[in-house]
């Protein structure tokens, strides 16, 4: 069983950065591809980027060049940053564990509660 918790979310101008973080619980990690998804009122939930255990990475083309996503396996932590944020951003992002990096989300095990990002314009 992995528990993930993220935090960092916020209301910012566009064109404004945010960091979002993202700790598991448990031992296993470091095995586990992570991932990023968000979901705006009313839309489905959409994969935003994501991770592999090796480093491997993929994006959405919505946010490519303005997101980067990475880990730090000592801290269990994933980590998304955001920069030139727009609108069109403002969701609620979570973060998923599972096993390999894919956009579906019914490919993720386990999810954290989410935390709200909101623009402005």
């Known amino acids: 069983q992995v528990q993930l918790v993220e935090s960092g979310g916020g209301l910012v101008q566009a064109g404004g950065s945010l960091r979002l973080s993202c700790v598991a619980s448990?031992?296993?990690?470091?095995?586990?591809?992570m991932g990023w998804f968000r979901q705006a009122p009313g839309k489905e939930r959409e994969f935003v980027a994501g991770?592999?255990?090796?480093?491997?990475?993929v994006y959405a083309e919505s946010v490519k060049g303005r997101f980067t996503i990475t880990r730090d396996n000592a801290k269990n932590t994933v980590y998304l940053q955001m920069n030139s944020l727009e609108p069109e951003d403002t969701a609620v992002y979570y973060c998923?564990?599972?096993?390999?990096?894919?956009?579906?989300?019914?490919?993720?095990?386990?999810w954290g509660q989410g935390t709200q990002v909101t623009v402005s314009s």
């Open positions: 991770i592999s255990n090796g480093g491997s990475t």
């Open positions: 448990g031992r296993t990690f470091s095995r586990h591809g």
């Open positions: 998923a564990a599972g096993w390999g990096v894919r956009t579906a989300p019914a490919t993720y095990d386990y």
